[in-house]
């Protein structure tokens, strides 16, 4: 199994603007199937893990109309906050990813685990020899 760590960013190496916007992102044109889609990356994916600034644009963003949480596998949110998870398959943890290597695994059941991101948790994973693949798309977007 791998870390892996999909996601995208402008040309000029950001994840989300000043705001936590990824409307630069959500604009582009996709090609359903294309290339490194999401839908076949996803297929490969036994568990989820994410900081606690991503899981917050999650339900600001794709929860705020009263949508469930998107996926299904367990979902690991770092944080330091004492939070209600808003679904049982969400786990909170903290500390070095190291330290959960063996539970992110477990829970993956032999699949990959993806890395959501944002940029700080995808670097301790990094530090922690945990990034096994990066998987960059590049917007063709400049934020400045
Ligand atoms: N472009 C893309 O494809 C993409 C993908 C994912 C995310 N994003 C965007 O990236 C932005 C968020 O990225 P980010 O780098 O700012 O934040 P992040 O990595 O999502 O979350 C950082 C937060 O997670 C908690 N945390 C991180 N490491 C921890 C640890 N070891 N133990 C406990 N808690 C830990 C801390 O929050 P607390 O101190 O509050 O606990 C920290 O402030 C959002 O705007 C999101 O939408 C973009």
Known sequence: ??????????????????????????????EEGGPMNYDDFYAGIGAAVMGYTTYR???DNELADGKPWPYEIPSFVFTHRTITPVADSITV??????????LLTEA???????VVGGGDLAAQFAEAGMLDDMIVSIAPVTLG
């Open 108 to 114: 993956a059941g032999g699949q990959d685990v993806w």
């Open 57 to 59: 644009w999650l339900l």
């Open 93 to 102: 943890i903290d500390g070095n990813p190291a330290d959960h290597r063996d």
């Open 1 to 30: 199994m791998s870390f892996r760590y999909y996601t995208a960013t402008t040309l000029d190496g950001y994840l989300a603007d000043d705001h936590d916007s990824l409307d630069w992102l959500l604009t582009q044109p996709l």
